[in-house]
């Protein structure tokens, strides 16, 4: 099955500064790979979300990139601000399949 | 109101107790979900069900029973809780018909066997 490692585990970062988390993925026949934002005490949420048939999907602050040859995607955050901080999970699979692997997280902490 | 709704939120019990955490949701979905999340695991599926007749074993079922007892309602059981089954648990839904493959989440049901 899928397996997704995700790096950093914790992120520490200034307020203003970009962050970036990185992901890998092992099965090739994925072709979905969201990111979703954990603030403390609430479920996971969406916040964006990119399909193989692209390889770079922006959304205001935040964006993602994909290579799917190296079979790795990353998560971008530009002028960081308190508010980012949170848990970030990755995730791989196959488009609207229910077998979806998570990563095991990265705390982004973001000082003011 | 919260669109998907667990409960309890925080539970601690006995080892060998029986467990149930609730799942009701608001959204209209088909799918519904139960994962796990431990520190440094990230999210874990347990089970997953299309619809009320149907019932899926995810990554991690072993000592994990669910009911979808309607379309709005899926509960996760733990027959005899065991203290390795300290966790958060999530319950998700997702729509099928025209869905994007988005999970939404509950807020989640804290669980501590001693």
């Known amino acids: 099955g899928e397996n997704v490692e995700q790096h950093p585990s914790t992120l520490s970062v200034q307020e203003g500064d970009s962050a970036v988390i990185k992901c890998t993925y092992s099965d090739s026949a994925s072709n979905y790979f969201p990111w979703y934002k954990q603030e403390l005490g609430k479920g996971p949420q969406l916040i964006i979300d990119i399909r193989s048939n692209v390889g770079e999907k922006k959304d205001q602050r935040i964006a993602v990139t994909l290579n799917k040859t190296a079979k790795h995607f990353s998560l971008h955050i530009t002028e960081t601000q308190p508010e980012d901080s949170a848990v970030y999970f990755c995730a791989a699979s196959i488009y609207n399949n229910n077998d979806m692997r998570f990563g095991a997280g990265t705390r982004l902490t973001v000082k003011p | 109101d919260a669109d998907v709704t667990q409960t309890p939120r925080n539970r601690i019990t006995k080892t060998g107790k029986r467990i149930m955490l609730e799942c009701s949701q608001t959204k209209g979905h088909d799918r519904m979900y139960w994962y796990r999340q431990d520190p440094g695991l990230g999210l874990r599926l347990i089970y997953y069900?299309?619809?009320?007749?149907?019932?899926n074993k995810g990554e991690i079922s072993d000592g994990y029973s669910v009911s979808r007892q309607a379309q709005a309602k899926f509960s996760l059981s733990l027959e005899s809780a065991i203290p390795n089954q300290t966790a958060l648990y999530f319950c998700?839904?997702?729509?099928?018909?025209?869905?994007?493959?988005?999970?939404?989440f509950g807020e989640g049901s804290r669980l501590t066997v001693l």
């Open positions: 069900s299309f619809d009320v007749k149907d019932i």
């Open positions: 998700a839904t997702s729509d099928l018909a025209g869905g994007t493959g988005e999970l939404f």
